[in-house]
């Protein structure tokens, strides 16, 4: 019945955790309107003074009803989700939530350990609240007596719960004034992120991957030799770092860090990216500063070689240009700009055509032609991705319609699905009647799903795809390989084809173990009756050495790289023989 409390700002991003279920997922650093239905409602209440509380029923993503409390505290908001029976045990509830989800020491008692055991201890509390409920008024009173307490202990200790470091608005007020006190000196703010951090989540289990972030911050502790160090944690496993900057500094810190984490106690190889802004003149505000240094952070991201890098001029210069890109978006859609490719899938062995993958384009009257890589991520972070994902499947839809009313030979396309497009429960809808619009059948468009985009909790994805596949859709495993759960995610979902990840492809060629690898998955999925097609065939080499294992179906360059449709259909649908 009591399911998730978190402490949030007022964009509604996820500060501290106290209680999480697998129905509500948001975790440190994510967005708790993501789970909900109607998000209006909620930024509505994240903008106002709810220091007595309010309670509204809501709708979460898979349409379930819930209740929602929110109560104001200070510039935070405490959030409550549950779903209870009946609306007399509303009042009650709330207080005792509010009660049992915080006494004053676990706070203060230790900085960098037991605060996460003690809000585990809570948890176990709250659930033993929860099953006294009816017999504790007489109780309640002193708990809300203590809970207002602890609501100015929050505030005079500043402390994040778990690592015992500065809040991110505490880190944010001292790191501003210590850059104002010392204006004649130079700073550096320092972005540390774990990268790969959520596998140790889930492979290890959220309490290594807390005690690891406790052990970081102990790390980070060290660097602090003077009063102008401050350290927060701001976001999962975000943290800054705000330092007089020396000349050896950044070798210091990355130096401690790389220790720290090759020798730390886990079967995994930890790698940490830092981000550097220097702050020598101090135009910026903090948190702006603490931007730039993640962004700094994130340009090396999944570069094994690069360690560390300093946000400079051409960083600045390409966040700009991201920013106007993203600026001319929604004219760009409704102007036409994007264009769908198409890119031919084939039999190895013939040649023969038997589907083609629609890849957007995006043809910019100022910054000319731009491939998904630079877009599409962005617009997964914005939600812009539904709706051009919406207008490339709408296009394909047309295109097959086209096809077929000129007397053109027909043949699936296979669209792209981002897993972003899954938090829309129009999804399904939209697919249906687009196929209806175009007088197409459902088996004529398939879907590629990224492997990525299942992860553990994915119980509602799941339960979308096995709708679509009911309604006849066809449904491909986008990338496989390319996840750390490949086995997992292929034994859950039912999938009718495989596309085997160009990059796995790539390293076979060098490597006896992963041929055999790729062998078995071949098998495997022959063996479930899932077809195989693999992706980033570019030599003959590749070709043969893929049909000798078993694999018969390719896209690759060898057969045809993305081209717009007016080329696909002269090249390979009207001529006589090419297909
Ligand atoms: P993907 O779905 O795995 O598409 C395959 C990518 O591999 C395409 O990159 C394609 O151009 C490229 N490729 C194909 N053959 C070869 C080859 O022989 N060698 C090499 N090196 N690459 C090859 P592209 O078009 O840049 O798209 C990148 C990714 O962007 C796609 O990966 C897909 O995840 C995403 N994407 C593209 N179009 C859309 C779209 O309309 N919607 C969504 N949600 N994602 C899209
Ligand atoms: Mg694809
Ligand atoms: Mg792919």
Redesign the pocket.
């Known amino acids: 019945m009591i399911g998730y409390a978190a402490i949030c700002d007022h964009h509604g991003y996820v500060k501290r955790m106290i209680r999480n279920t697998a129905l509500l997922p948001a975790v440190e650093g994510q967005n708790i309107r993501n789970l909900f239905l109607e998000e209006e409602k909620l930024d509505d209440l994240l903008s106002q003074d709810l220091s007595y509380g309010v309670s509204i029923r809501m709708k979460l993503r898979t349409e379930k009803e819930v209740f929602l409390t929110v109560l104001s505290l200070d510039s935070s908001y405490l959030i409550l989700v549950y779903s209870i029976q009946s609306l007399e045990q509303l009042p009650q509830l709330v207080e005792l939530i509010l009660a049992a989800i915080h006494v004053p020491e676990v706070i203060g008692q230790d900085p960098y350990g037991t605060g996460y055991y003690e809000i585990q201890k809570l948890n176990s509390q709250l659930i033993n609240y929860q099953r006294s409920l009816g017999k504790s008024n007489a109780r309640l009173q002193t708990l809300l007596e203590e809970v207002r307490e602890a609501k100015y202990t929050i505030e005079e200790l500043e402390q994040d719960t778990l690592t015992g470091l500065l809040t991110e608005k505490a880190f944010y007020a001292k790191a501003a004034a210590v850059l104002e006190q010392n204006a004649d000196k130079t700073f550096d703010v320092i972005a540390v992120d774990i990268e790969q951090f959520k596998i140790v989540n889930d492979v290890f289990g959220t309490k290594t991957g807390d005690r690891l972030l406790i052990d970081l911050a102990i790390c980070l502790l060290d660097l602090k030799t003077n009063e102008w160090t401050y350290i927060t944690r701001a976001r999962a496993d975000t943290f800054f770092v705000l330092l007089p900057h020396t000349k050896t500094l950044y070798e210091e810190v990355n130096k401690k860090i790389v220790d720290f984490l090759e020798n730390y106690p886990l079967p995994m190889r930890l790698q940490a990216k830092m981000g550097i802004y220097h702050a020598g003149n101090k135009e910026l505000i903090i948190a702006r500063m603490c931007d730039r240094a993640l962004m700094a952070a994130e340009s090396i991201k999944g570069n094994y070689n690069a360690k560390y890098a300093v946000f400079d001029n051409a960083m600045h210069d390409k966040m700009l240009q991201e920013q106007k890109i993203i600026n001319t978006m929604v004219e760009s859609l409704n102007r036409g700009d994007?264009c769908?490719?198409l890119?031919p899938k084939v039999v190895i062995e013939t040649g023969e055509l038997i589907g083609a993958?629609?890849?957007?384009?995006w043809i910019h009257p100022e910054f000319g032609f731009i491939?998904?890589?630079d877009f599409?991520p962005a617009?997964?972070k914005n939600g812009f991705?539904y709706s051009?994902?919406l207008y490339?499947w709408k296009k394909c839809c047309e295109m097959l319609r086209d096809w077929k009313q000129k007397g053109i030979r027909t043949l699936p396309i296979s669209?792209?699905?981002?897993r972003?497009?899954f938090y829309h429960e129009s999804l399904p809808g939209m697919l249906i009647e687009f196929i209806r619009e175009y007088d197409l059948s459902p088996e004529e468009l398939h879907l590629?799903i990224?492997e990525t985009a299942y992860t553990k909790d994915s119980g509602q994805l799941l339960a979308i795809i096995e709708r679509l596949r009911r309604e006849g859709f066809i449904i491909e495993m986008?990338?496989f390989g390319s996840g750390y759960s490949s086995l997992n995610t292929l034994s859950e979902l039912p999938i009718d084809v495989m596309?085997l990840?160009?990059k796995f492809l790539n390293q076979a060629e060098q490597n006896l173990r992963r041929q055999k690898v790729l062998e078995c998955a071949v098998h495997l999925a022959d063996a479930l009756q899932v077809q195989v097609i693999a992706?980033?065939?570019?030599t003959k080499e590749q070709a043969a050495f893929l049909k000798n294992m078993g694999c018969f179906h390719a896209?690759?360059?060898?057969y045809g790289?993305?081209m717009s449709e007016e080329t696909f259909v002269t090249r390979y649908l009207t001529v006589p023989g090419r297909d």
């Open positions: 994007f769908v490719y890119q993958e629609a890849l957007v384009r491939m998904p890589s599409i617009f997964e991705i051009l994902d490339v669209v792209n699905i981002s972003i497009d590629e990224t986008d990338d596309k990840d160009l992706e980033g065939v570019e896209q690759g360059y060898l790289r993305p």
